[in-house]
Nanobody, 124 residues
Framework: QVQLVESGGGSVQAGDSLRLSCRYSGRTLRISGLGWFRQTPGKEREFVAAMTRNGGETTYADAVKGRFTVSRDNVADILFLQMNSLKPEDTADYVC?????????????????WGRGTPVTVSS
């Protein structure tokens, strides 16, 4: 089992920045990949960013490429999502997840454990 807890969400203006954190614990040695997704009511969960366990490879959705950066603190077991130049369309609940099977994938079905999410609201 792996437990994940997100934090850092909030309400900001367009153009502002936020840094989300996801603290994970439990059987973390089994983690193969880590990712961020976002969800809004009535829409399917959307991939945002992912990275391999060792951080050597990262993948981003086209909608956030160049604005968001995923990183990891290997010592503290925290996954980060730095979000810059935020837009109103970035408004969503942001959820982190870990996969025991896939090293940094954008496919939600390959993630095994999920957090509960942290809300981000961007006003124009």
């Amino acid at each position: 089992q792996v437990q994940l807890v997100e934090s850092g969400g909030g309400s900001v203006q367009a153009g502002d920045s936020l840094r989300l954190s996801c603290r994970y614990s439990g059987r973390t040695l089994r983690i193969s990949g880590l990712g961020w997704f976002r969800q809004t009511p009535g829409k399917e969960r959307e991939f945002v960013a992912a990275m391999t366990r060792n951080g050597g490879e990262t993948t981003y959705a086209d909608a956030v490429k160049g604005r968001f950066t995923v990183s990891r603190d290997n010592v503290a077991d925290i996954l980060f999502l730095q979000m810059n130049s935020l837009k109103p369309e970035d408004t969503a609940d942001y959820v982190c997840a870990v996969s025991l099977r896939a090293p940094g994938t954008e496919i939600a079905a390959l993630y095994d454990y999920w957090g509960r999410g942290t809300p981000v609201t961007v006003s124009s």
